[in-house]
């Protein structure tokens, strides 16, 4: 089952016990910031049993569980750990700054902020 479409903080969102994912060492990760932690310290035929020529176990488990096409995508392009763990962090990254740029009103309707304005200290168009 992926995220649900109301949860903002993708980081730390846990999936049921049965969801899961299990390495070789017995250690079980629930949240997207537990498998991008354990892809660093990851040894190298741990991760070799999870990644390799005929499957990609981390981009199935985000997939799958997560619903998360896209980084699933790139964590089969690019199958090292540091690559993984970068695509990961990139992806919480974008989520967490997609949040912060949403305001939520009282009936629980989001609304995405428009300005024309420059960020503070950004800039102005045309004087570069």
Known sequence: MPIPTHVQDKRHYAVPEDQ?????SGERLHTLDELSEAINLIDPESFQHHVNAEKNDFAS???????????ADNLRKFPTPLRMMVS??????????????KVTDPNG???VPVTSE???????????
């Open 109 to 111: 309707a989001v609304h």
């Open 118 to 128: 420059a960020p503070v200290g950004a800039p102005a168009v045309g004087s570069l």
């Open 88 to 101: 990961i962090e990139k992806f919480l990254r974008q989520s967490e700054l997609s949040q912060m740029s």
């Open 61 to 71: 488990w985000v997939e799958h569980v997560f619903g998360e096409q896209e980084l």
């Open 20 to 24: 899961a994912f299990v390495l070789t």
